[in-house]
């Protein structure tokens, strides 16, 4: 007896520049459509490959989250980018504006004309590792009731409710309190690709999205996590696709797939656009797509959310 196809998690991973003289409105449009059909998350890559014009990730997923309601926002962001305060801000800056909808793909390092910049390969991926802990540190130096607002009290921050932070550690130096309040998520969705062993350890060990690219590297997963003392149902798995394959062969890689979700990976947003006007439909005809409802991409991803309240700040003092 044929099984009834289940909805996946559909990503869409597009880089800024690609498209000769693209504007935020060939974007606006076309999230907006594919919001409408189903996407789970878009994620915006900036490879430095594109366009001398590129729009910056994080400031177009800014507009973009005032120009949507439902689609998850992830923004592609090297390690050693920037501060790891700045990171914190930002990414909390993007799940406010979105309601929640914010997410943040860490890549090891950058690209510039010259190629890879620092950190070097061999400290890499402890960088990351680095960076991810002061990144959430720094969230969870503000409780989630920090700032009651309350008018008739006249208490707007309730000072219990926000604790320092002095990390130190090899590569990373930071500390808080943050100066936004805790993002609506908690913690942003992290989601991590891993196309190799180690890599997969790695994203095992922290991110809420892993992406796998590799058969044997996804077969991998449950005992890379339980490695890291982490459930299989807390995080989800997504294969990476190349989204230029015909539309019909796409709705057939989907139906077989054994993951939660695909990220469909695409050149530019107009190629983008064109192919998934195409093949949203398809998958949802199939009940392999569904519609994205409203609420956090972490509720939306059946991911549980990191509590933090007064009284856990207290506990920790």
Do not use: C
Request: proline share 6%.
């Amino acid at each position: 007896m044929t099984q009834p196809a289940r909805p996946v998690d559909i990503g869409v991973l597009v880089p800024v520049g690609h498209a000769p003289g693209e504007e935020f409105e060939d974007w606006a449009g076309s999230v907006r459509r594919w919001e409408d059909l189903g996407v789970t998350a878009l994620v915006v890559e900036d490879d430095g490959a594109g366009d001398v014009t590129a729009l910056e990730p994080l400031t177009l997923l800014s507009a973009l989250a005032t120009a949507t309601e439902r689609i998850g926002l992830v923004a592609s962001v090297p390690a050693d980018g920037e501060a790891a305060y700045a990171f914190a801000r930002k990414i909390a800056s993007l799940d406010h504006l979105s309601a929640g909808r914010a997410g943040w793909r860490l890549v090891a390092s950058r690209t510039v004309a010259g190629g890879w910049v620092t950190p070097s390969d061999g400290d890499r991926a402890a960088y990351a590792d680095e960076v991810v802990e002061a990144v959430r540190g720094l969230w969870d130096t503000v409780a989630d009731d920090a700032f009651p607002r309350d008018q008739e009290s006249g208490v707007f921050l309730d000072r219990r409710g926000r604790r320092t932070l002095d990390h130190r550690g090899t590569h990373v130096v930071t500390s808080g309190p943050i100066n936004v309040s805790r993002p609506p998520q908690g913690h942003p969705v992290l989601v991590q690709t891993a196309a190799s062993a180690d890599e997969l350890s790695a994203a095992a060990r922290r991110a809420d999205v892993v992406v796998v690219d590799d058969a044997a590297v996804a077969t991998g997963l449950d005992a890379a996590l339980a490695a890291h003392g982490r459930a299989r149902e807390t995080v989800r798995a997504w294969r990476r696709v190349p989204g230029a394959a015909p539309p019909d062969t796409l709705v057939e890689r989907v139906a077989a797939e054994t993951l939660d979700g695909v990220l469909l990976a695409f050149d530019d947003v107009r190629t983008a656009d064109g192919a998934l006007s195409r093949l949203l439909p398809l998958l949802r005809e199939r009940g392999l797509a569904g519609s994205r409802g409203s609420g956090t991409l972490r509720a939306a991803l059946s991911l549980p959310r990191p509590a933090l309240a007064i009284a856990d700040m207290e506990a920790d003092a």
